[in-house]
């Protein structure tokens, strides 16, 4: 009984390897993100007025945008490609094959494909 539970849990578990869903799915969210950041966000960053800024020049109350720091930003999660991409090439199946938790069961299996 356990082992056909195993079995059908082992199955479900090559299918979900073979078709790699984690590894795609981070890839996908990481390319949602990089488009968000780099096309909705950083492009439309706009100079803005400092609160309480007291000068004679307007322009000493204006900081330009985008600073350094947004492009630190943007350029750490592109900076992230390298790892993300290598982490879904690396990933896929791995198994050895089914064994049982009996050695009865085992030598059974062994037997009837040998036959």
């Not at 985008?66 to 350029?75: D, E």
């Amino acid at each position: 009984m356990i082992d056909k539970l195993r079995k059908a849990h082992l199955a479900l578990a090559e299918l979900f390897d073979a078709w790699r869903l984690i590894p795609r799915a981070i890839v996908g969210g990481y390319g949602y993100l990089l488009y968000y950041m780099v096309i909705e966000w950083y492009t439309k960053l706009a100079p803005y007025m400092l609160e309480g800024c007291v000068s004679e020049t307007v322009t000493d109350c204006i900081v330009q945008a985008p600073t350094s720091q947004h492009s630190a930003l943007v350029i750490a999660i592109v900076g992230i490609a390298a790892p993300i991409f290598g982490f879904y090439a690396n990933t896929g199946k791995k198994w050895n094959g089914f064994t049982p938790w009996s050695k009865k069961k085992l030598e059974a299996e062994e037997s009837e494909t040998n036959s």
